[in-house]
């Protein structure tokens, strides 16, 4: 099948037409004009649960009396006071003129619908609205008057800035918007809601600015949205996993970030943000490898400085992936390279060690991974101290057993600790490094120009939702390389990069003269 990929396209695409044809279809109920009998229906969906809450009332009416109704709601997830005031207390205040036998009039809740299907205004109560029935009415009035629990707004402890703002998304997709439009006061700014998920029903929004914004890109990530077919969506890693191009790699081809001014800047560009409800953490698309060199901060600091961090950041990159595998290539297999005055430490260093070279730094590697994990699953407070103390003790105890020799956990040491320069592919430097320290082990510097070569050709083979992952080097787009590896003067970024597809070329159209004083 790999040689007929179109072929493959098409027969899983027929698989996926004949699950949908045999999966059973959902049944449809429509309300009665007995009271009762609407009650018994979704007390039938609803079960007994102590938060579902049942209201029966006896509405006044002008000419005929009253009228029995019922109330829906679910509890910890509506306004309780906004139900008072402005449903209950209006329906049963008796009316003055004729108009107040229209219940619809006496409500002073603006957001509301009606609906006739069971299953539908189910849904649309578990979602936090109110739901009124009437006897003699088969249709069911839906009052939007939710209020969830929503944690306050705090700054990312993953991406904290200096310079930059203090904010960042919460669970709510309702908070995150209005972040985005603090920031993008422009009607351009669009909103698209799909709802993933059989049973969990989890909303997605995606946000986009409409005049810049490649159509055929956002066309692609709608339609991989709306084919994922499950029976709940939990988190935003999930869902990149599902709509990504090549869910086996281990880059992440589709970005993330807890920043609303990052995620306003990467709207600028063209990108197309992916909220999900009940995860502070947006996505983004497409998502570049230069941009795990590059931060937020970068924009709000002069370009030499900005320049010299992200050139350092790319060595950290190196270092951290490639560190263990040089120094195990050097003392097994091309000790011609390594200087003379530094042999004889290391060979001493490496005489009391009880181990094979490739064991002791494949262990060396083990322990850090295992304080590393430690530090991140403990509380913030022990998490530290484990993470700095630990490792200093655990190194300093096993050098002076004999376990592991000095040099060794110092060429270790210094991979980790330059990882954490990269922290958004922290975990992709981590199987690198066992990657190229594998072929470097069983064949020296060849093996581990070899392994590197084959990375560098799987990481050019990649995109992101169609969008080339390793650009602007691979295809090359020279003019973004203004703002790759190094970052020029902001003036001098006129244009929105060529790496991200876009409508809208131009950024800046003017600025102030310097005076001839650059």
């Known amino acids: 099948m790999r040689g007929y990929p179109n072929v493959y396209r098409v027969l899983q695409r027929l698989k996926r037409n004949r699950n949908d044809q045999q999966k059973p279809a959902k049944p449809s109920i429509s309300f009665t004009i007995s009271l009762d009998e609407n009650k018994n229906i979704l007390k039938q969906q609803l079960g007994d649960s102590p938060d579902v809450m049942f209201r029966t009332m006896s509405i006044p009416m002008v000419n005929r009396g009253t009228q029995a109704a019922l109330l829906l709601s679910i509890d910890g997830i509506i306004d309780d006071e906004a139900i008072r005031e402005h449903v209950i207390e209006p ?61 306050s707004i ?159 950041r790319f060595l950290s990159f190196i270092i951290s992936t490639t560190f263990p595998a040089i120094y195990i290539a050097a003392l097994n297999f091309h000790k011609e390279t390594i200087p003379s005055d530094m042999i004889v430490p290391i060979v001493q260093a490496r005489e009391l060690v009880p181990f094979p070279l490739a064991m002791e730094v494949i262990l060396s590697i083990i322990m850090f991974e295992v304080v590393r994990e430690a530090g991140i699953r403990l509380p913030q407070q022990v998490g530290s101290a484990l993470s700095i103390v630990g490792a200093l003790i655990l190194g300093e105890v096993a050098v002076s057993a004999g376990l592991f020799g000095a040099p060794t956990v110092i060429v270790v040491s210094i991979a980790y600790i330059a990882s954490f320069v990269i922290n958004p592919i922290a975990d992709v430097t981590a199987l690198l490094r066992v990657f190229f320290f594998a072929a470097s082990s069983l064949f020296g510097a060849y093996g581990l120009f070899v392994a ?25 787009y020279f003019r973004d390389w203004e703002d790759a590896l190094i970052r020029l003067p902001l003036r001098w970024i006129k244009h929105r990069p060529r790496s991200v597809p876009h409508r809208r070329d131009e950024k800046i159209t003017a600025l102030p003269k310097t005076g001839g004083k650059e």
């Open 91 to 151: 329906l049963l205040k008796k009316p003055e003129d004729s108009q107040g036998n229209r219940l619809k009039e006496r409500i002073t809740i603006n957001e509301w619908k009606e609906e006739e299907n069971v299953y539908q205004a189910v849904e649309q109560v578990l979602k936090g609205n109110t739901l009124l029935l009437t006897e003699g009415s088969n249709k069911a009035l839906l009052i939007n008057a939710s209020k969830f629990e929503v944690r």
């Open 154 to 312: 705090d700054e990312p402890q993953a991406e904290q800035a200096i310079r930059g703002a203090r904010d960042g998304f919460v669970e709510s997709t309702a908070v995150n918007i209005s972040l985005l439009r603090q920031r993008i006061s422009h009607p351009s700014l669009r909103f698209q809601t799909i709802v993933v998920g059989e049973i969990s029903r989890t909303t997605i929004t995606l946000a986009y600015m409409n005049d810049i914004v490649d159509t055929q890109l956002l066309n692609r990530v709608r339609e991989r949205i709306k084919e994922v077919k499950v029976d709940s969506l939990k988190s935003s890693g999930e869902l990149e996993q599902y709509i990504e191009d090549h869910p086996y790699t281990m880059f992440p081809t589709i970005g993330n970030t807890a920043r609303p001014d990052k995620a306003a800047a990467l709207l600028m560009e063209g990108r197309i943000l992916v909220l999900i409800n009940g995860t502070p953490i947006c996505l983004f698309i497409p998502h570049l490898f230069i941009e795990n060199m590059q931060n937020v901060e970068d924009y709000n600091s002069r370009p030499y400085y900005v320049s010299f961090i992200r050139l350092l």
């Open 452 to 476: 590197m070569l084959g990375l560098l050709t799987h990481m050019v083979s990649l995109t992101s939702v169609g969008v080339p992952y390793m650009a602007p080097f691979a295809p090359v």
